[in-house]
C-alpha cells in the first residue's frame, strides 16, 4: 500500500512554515498492519540537486532497521522544511509484510548565500569544514537566508571550542549592502578572547615587493587584532594599490591564513600568511577615447596619465577619470561619467585601455540662493554673480566665484561657504545654494 503526504513550504521574512500534509487514512497506515510492517527497509531521495542522498538522509534523522509510523515521517518531513534548504518537500511510503519503504521529494531553494569565518584561528578551513559537515550535514560552505541551519551551525562550532578548551562564544552576522538590501551572506566570529597578529608573511611577493608590503604590514596589521575580514580590507586598501601602481593589474590576494604561536585562556597570538598572486606587469600599448562629443580627445589626452610602452598606473588612472569628469562638469555635463575597458594580450604583456565617456545632459543654472548674510551683503554677492539663468551650468563657478567676491564679503569675520547643488532631471536645471558662516 501507498500513502503521498505534500509539505509545501511558505516563507515570511525570515521564518519558516511548514504546512502539514494531510495525514493518510486508517486503512493506509502500516500500524493496522503486522508488526514488522514498522520496520523500515529504505528511504529513496528524489529531486534535490544539491545534496546526496546520504546527506539528506542524516539530516532527517532516520534510520534503516529501525521501527517507524508516518508520525516519523511527518517530523522527517518538519526536519526539513525548517532547514531552510527547500522550497517543496513531499513523502510518500509504501509497505508490505517485510517492512516500509519511503521516498521523499525535493526541491531546493536558490536562496542560498556564502558563509565566511572570521577568526576561528584554531581550526584550519578543511578542519572547520569537516567539523561541520559531520554534525550539520547540509551545510556546504552556503546556508539558506531563512531555517536554523545558521544557528546550527553556531552551536556546532561553539562546542569545537569547547573540545579544545578555548574560552569564547561563536556568534554570527547576517550581511547587507543597505538596510533594506536582501542578506548577502553570514560571517561567523569568536568573542571573549584575544587573537593578536605578531608577524605577517607574504608568500608569493617577489623580493622587490616584499620591503614595501612589509612596510605597510607593520603599520596596518602587525600586534593588531586578527580578523580576517580586516585583512581582506587591508588587501584591498592598502596593499592592493602598490601593485596597481605598478602596472600588475590582476594581482590578487588570497584569504588570510593564521598560524598558532600560543593559546592562553583568554589571549591567542598568531603569524598569519597573506598570499598573493601577482600575476604580469603589463606596459600601455594603446589608448582610445570613445563616447567623447563635447570634447575633442586631444583636449582629454594631458588629463590621462598613461604612457605609451610604460606600465599604466592604475590608481593614478581613478583620479584622472575624476579630473575629466571635472572638465566635463565645467560645460554644464554634470552627471558625465568615465570608464575603461582593459584589453590584455598576455603574450607580450602589453594592455589596449578604450576610454568611454557617457556625456549625460547638458544642465543649465536655475535658481541663485545666498543663505547666512546680511541682506546688504548678499545684494553686493548677487552682483558680483556673473553665471546667469539659463545658461549652461558650470560646475567650477562657485568656488572660483567665492574667491572673486571676497573683497565684498562682510569684514567683521572670516568666512566659510558651503555649496549645495539641486539637479532638476526633468528640465535639466541645477539650483544652486551658497550657504555662508563665520569661522
Do not use: C
Amino acid at each position: 500500500m501507498r500513502s503521498l503526504v505534500r509539505a509545501p513550504i511558505v516563507l515570511v521574512l525570515s521564518t519558516l512554515l511548514v504546512a502539514q500534509g494531510k495525514p493518510a487514512s486508517p486503512r493506509h497506515r502500516p500500524g493496522t498492519t503486522s508488526p514488522s510492517a514498522h520496520k523500515l527497509l529504505s528511504i529513496n531521495i528524489t529531486g534535490t540537486k544539491r545534496y546526496t542522498p546520504e546527506e539528506v538522509i542524516a539530516a532527517i534523522g532516520l534510520e534503516i532497521g529501525q521501527q517507524v509510523t508516518e508520525q516519523n515521517f511527518k517530523q522527517a518531513s518538519q526536519k526539513l522544511g525548517e532547514t531552510g534548504a527547500f522550497t517543496e518537500i513531499a513523502y510518500s511510503y509504501s509497505y508490505s509484510s517485510a517492512g516500509t519503504k519511503l521516498e521523499i521529494q525535493l526541491a531546493d531553494s536558490d536562496q542560498l548565500i556564502p558563509v565566511y569565518f572570521d577568526n576561528l584561528v584554531w581550526f584550519s578551513d578543511q578542519e572547520l569544514r569537516e567539523g561541520l559537515r559531520q554534525h550539520v550535514p547540509l551545510f556546504k560552505n552556503r546556508l539558506p537566508v531563512g531555517g536554523h541551519l545558521a544557528d546550527e551551525l553556531a552551536d556546532r562550532l561553539n562546542t569545537m571550542l569547547s573540545e579544545r578548551r578555548v574560552a569564547g562564544h561563536v556568534h554570527y552576522l547576517r550581511f547587507s549592502d543597505s538596510p533594506e538590501g536582501p542578506i548577502q551572506s553570514f560571517l561567523y566570529s569568536v568573542d571573549g578572547t584575544d587573537i593578536t597578529i605578531r608577524n605577517v608573511d607574504f608568500p608569493g611577493a617577489s623580493p622587490s615587493q616584499l620591503p614595501i608590503l612589509d612596510d605597510v604590514a607593520k603599520k596596518e596589521i602587525a600586534e593588531g587584532e586578527y580578523l580576517r575580514s580586516k585583512l581582506a580590507a587591508i588587501a584591498k586598501v592598502a596593499l592592493r594599490p602598490i601593485y596597481l601602481k605598478q602596472g600588475y593589474l590582476k594581482v590578487a590576494f588570497g584569504d588570510a591564513q593564521p598560524e598558532l604561536v600560543s593559546t592562553l585562556p583568554k589571549q591567542t597570538i598568531v603569524d598569519v600568511k597573506l598570499p598573493v598572486e601577482e600575476g604580469r606587469q603589463y606596459k600601455v600599448d594603446q589608448i582610445v577615447w570613445t563616447g567623447n562629443t563635447v570634447f575633442p580627445a586631444d583636449k582629454l589626452r594631458p588629463l590621462i596619465h598613461l604612457d605609451i610602452n610604460q606600465p599604466p598606473n592604475a590608481v593614478q588612472l581613478e583620479d584622472d577619470f575624476h579630473a575629466v569628469e571635472q572638465l566635463y562638469g565645467s560645460r554644464g555635463y554634470l552627471k558625465a561619467r568615465v570608464t575603461s575597458q582593459p584589453e590584455f594580450n598576455d603574450s607580450d604583456s602589453t594592455v589596449a585601455y578604450t576610454l568611454q565617456v557617457k556625456e549625460g545632459d547638458l544642465y543649465r543654472l536655475g535658481e541663485v540662493d545666498i543663505e547666512g548674510l546680511d541682506e546688504k551683503a548678499a545684494l553686493r554677492l548677487r552682483e558680483d554673480w556673473k553665471l546667469r539663468e539659463g545658461e549652461p551650468y558650470d560646475s567650477s563657478y562657485p568656488q572660483r566665484f567665492f574667491k572673486d567676491a571676497a573683497a565684498d564679503m562682510p569684514a567683521s569675520a572670516r568666512w566659510n561657504m558651503k555649496v549645495d547643488e539641486s539637479l532638476n532631471n526633468k528640465d535639466k536645471t541645477v539650483d544652486v545654494t551658497l550657504r555662508f558662516s563665520p569661522q
